[in-house]
């Protein structure tokens, strides 16, 4: 029983060694240079937790600084976050062409404590003819995210200084939990419009919007972010860091690993990332990551806070303070506690009235702000809906726990989206828009214009509005199920896709548009449609929602010119190089999304080839080359028919013309697909071999549902036969 005792205390010790400090390490923050560097990281052997080793280098100023790998370290937080900087991707041209190019690559170790921060970092692109892309990779078992946006300005007149609105800068968030990136950048024409004012593109991730704020002199050839090997400034991020990848409980249960070891530390999870952090409980304060001297200490309040009593005496006590009161009984006293008393009763009447007042005026400036006058005309003139309510700015902050991060149930290119609660249990979806110019203010009320005309079972429902905070505020109605995008996209909710809910959710998304175009009262282009603007509800049913984009139509014109606005491998490719909308750029958008539902593929994928990177152009491509069925989705053959699957693929290949005109209106696709999908629900319906052989081709006609592909004599007769059964 000894030697059992003696092994399990050798192994206890062995299993603590990896986090043991040396006795000779400091008892505080060590330091590099100017930057202190709090336990669980450290430079000297011995003194840092395992795997947060950093190391002390000089830079080429002769001041020294902490490094973790390639990053330079300014700054490390307790509270989980380190400020680091990177270099900007570069894209130049002369007169003769590309003139140099450079991508970005910014990695981290995949056993490291670090992760790019998503709610502190931003993707950022400068440009007048910039195509940018970034790529997350996740790890060695996950698989990768890509995304873009594209900038586009004819003269450096439209250019709106100061702000990165997408017209000569543009912006996009970055995902969770990736450990690289890869930042790439292109152009359409070669900057040779745009030369005398913007030779070069650049693209690189930026920390926080007070980090940065778009110059119009960084179009220029000397702008700030251009780079040559070794060169360049530097731009600022942050990288979130954590313990492991174990919850608290976890972690809890093997004390030797554990890293709370302050008696008075807790524990808790971050909620952008896997692992846990420490911190000091209430009343303490200092490194709940080290022991004894080093870490928690009780907070004498007494000292540290004046007057925590008021006229009582403080008395300090372990994590907390007591106060004991002091009684006067000296008549001069109490009268003048009266006085004051008296005096503070005055005083206060008066601070909170003038603060009052002073609130009520901010709440009407904003008001104004906001296009509050300009919506009162539309409430005025009838042309908004009788039934959109007014919310109040307090109303709104207790449905959402005042904005609390935990109710963020999205954000996009416009602002932010809250889920919130309200008194009658009714749950709603907030839009808090970002702080804008006033181009983007009328485009708030242009959304509340638009969505209070619309009366659609499959468009998402307008429930008001709020104009007293310093950003504009939309309710909506709340849909429970997520996006198309996440149900296309994400194994968790592929499995709730099958081909007729595919095609019933195409056939609702088409009918709201063919409404949106023909039968509303004013005719509507919503000019940013996408699979993740299309919401689903917990029947699955189809909800067209973010109006931010869109653009009511006199009732006299069939197309208008405006700036260039929408979502890379959605836009129409008419729309871009004229700047003319018309109803036919809509049908292109969904032509698009119709493709995502065949196929199961992104709008744009960076694993294929770079004039097959868009998914139009791939699966156009496809079709011209007999291979339908090498890019459908497994599912979607599996259950649909091979006519039915040729006439909803040509459908798609009609909307994705190049040439508007030659595309369908947005009311015959609503009608095809509504009798594209009664042919699922009835199979008997007569199909149309012709077309199907032309797309297949002459030697490969058909296919048999479980990956294989069968003649045209086959298909003929298992289709006689289907409709032999039917009757």
Not at 26 to 46: A, M, Q, R
Not at 444 to 454: A, K, P, R, T
Request: proline share 3%.
């Amino acid at each position: 029983m000894g030697c059992w005792h003696m092994l399990l205390g050798i192994l206890l010790l062995k299993g603590a060694s990896a986090f043991h400090r040396e006795p000779d390490c400091p008892d505080t923050d060590s330091s590099c240079g100017n930057v202190s560097i709090p336990y669980p990281f450290g430079i000297k052997k011995g003194c840092s937790r395992e795997g947060f080793e950093l190391t002390c280098s000089e830079t080429s100023n002769n001041q020294q600084k902490p490094r973790w790998g390639g990053y330079e370290i300014t700054n490390i937080t307790l509270e989980g976050q380190a400020n680091v900087f990177a270099y900007a991707a570069s894209d130049c041209y002369n007169e003769s062409g590309r003139t140099e190019s450079y991508y970005s690559i910014t990695p981290l170790s995949e056993d490291g404590p670090f992760t790019f921060s998503d709610t502190r970092n931003k993707f950022t692109a400068i440009g007048c003819d910039t195509v940018a892309y970034i790529t997350g990779y996740y790890g060695r078992n996950s698989g990768n995210f890509s995304s873009g946006c594209v900038s586009i300005c004819w003269e450096k007149e439209s250019v709106i200084d100061g702000n990165c609105t997408g017209i000569g800068c543009c912006q996009t968030s970055i995902p969770q939990g990736a450990t690289r990136f890869v930042l790439e950048l292109t152009s359409f024409n070669n900057h040779a419009s745009v030369l005398g004012f913007n030779p070069c593109s650049f693209a690189f991730l930026i920390a926080d919007d007070d980090q940065f704020k778009f110059n119009i002199s960084d179009l220029s050839a000397g702008s700030q972010y251009g780079r040559k090997q070794g060169e360049g400034k530097k731009v600022p991020l942050v990288l979130d860091w954590a313990i492991g990848n174990e919850t608290c409980a976890q972690a809890k249960e093997n004390p030797t690993s554990y890293a709370c070891k302050s008696s008075n530390s807790i524990c808790y999870e971050p909620t952008n990332g896997p692992g846990y952090r420490c911190n000091c409980a209430k009343g303490y304060e200092g490194n709940p990551y080290l022991e004894l001297e080093g870490g928690c200490k009780d907070i004498d309040e007494c000292k540290t806070h004046p007057h925590p009593c008021g006229a009582g005496k403080c008395k300090n006590i372990e994590g907390d303070y007591s106060c004991t009161p002091r009684i006067q009984l000296n008549v001069v006293i109490l009268g003048t506690v009266s006085s004051l008393l008296f005096v503070f009763i005055v005083g206060s009447w008066l601070y909170w009235g003038l603060k009052k007042r002073k609130l009520l005026q901010l709440k009407e400036k904003f008001f104004q702000q906001n296009g509050g006058l300009l919506l009162q005309q539309q409430i005025t003139s009838h042309r908004v809906g009788a039934t959109t309510k007014i919310f109040s700015a307090e109303e709104l902050e207790r449905a959402t726990n005042k904005y609390h991060e935990t109710q963020i149930i999205g954000r996009g290119g416009y602002g932010t989206v809250y889920k919130g609660v309200l008194p009658d249990h009714t749950i709603i979806a907030i839009k808090k828009s970002k702080i804008v110019d006033e181009t983007q203010i009328e485009q708030f009320i242009n959304e509340v214009f638009i969505l209070s005309q619309i009366n659609h079972r499959n468009v998402v429902k307008l429930l008001g509005c709020c104009l007293e905070t310093q950003v504009p505020l939309l309710v909506y109605e709340f849909i429970s199920n997520g996006t198309l995008f996440d149900h296309i996209h994400d194994e968790e909710h592929s499995s709730s896709l099958s081909l007729e809910n595919r095609l019933r959710i195409a056939s609702e998304t088409a009918g709201a548009l063919s409404y949106l175009h023909s039968a509303a009262s004013i005719p509507i282009f919503h000019r940013d449609v996408k699979s993740a603007n299309i919401l689903l509800d917990e029947n699955l049913t189809t909800k067209v929602s973010d109006f931010g984009a869109s653009r009511l139509v006199p009732l006299d014109q069939t197309q208008i010119t405006t700036l260039v606005q929408g979502t890379l491998g959605y836009l129409d490719p008419e729309y871009f190089h004229t700047g003319q909308l018309t109803e036919k750029s809509d049908v292109y958008s969904f032509g698009v999304v119709l493709v995502e539902l065949l196929t199961g593929e992104k709008p744009i994928c960076m694993n294929r080839s770079q004039e097959e990177r868009s998914l139009s152009m791939y699966f156009v491509k496809s079709l011209k080359e007999h291979r339908l069925f090498q890019v459908l989705e497994n599912r979607i053959v599996d259950e649909g028919g091979v006519d039915q699957l040729v006439a909803v693929a040509e459908l798609a290949k009609r909307c994705l013309k190049v040439k508007g005109e030659e595309r369908p209106s947005m009311k015959e696709v609503a009608m095809e697909l509504e009798g594209l999908r009664r042919a699922v629900e009835h199979p008997w319906v007569q199909k149309n071999h012709e077309e199907t052989q032309s797309l297949l081709g002459e030697t490969s006609a058909g296919y048999n549902g479980n990956g294989s592909v069968i003649g045209q004599d086959s298909l003929t007769n298992h289709t006689m036969s289907a409709l032999e059964i039917g009757r």
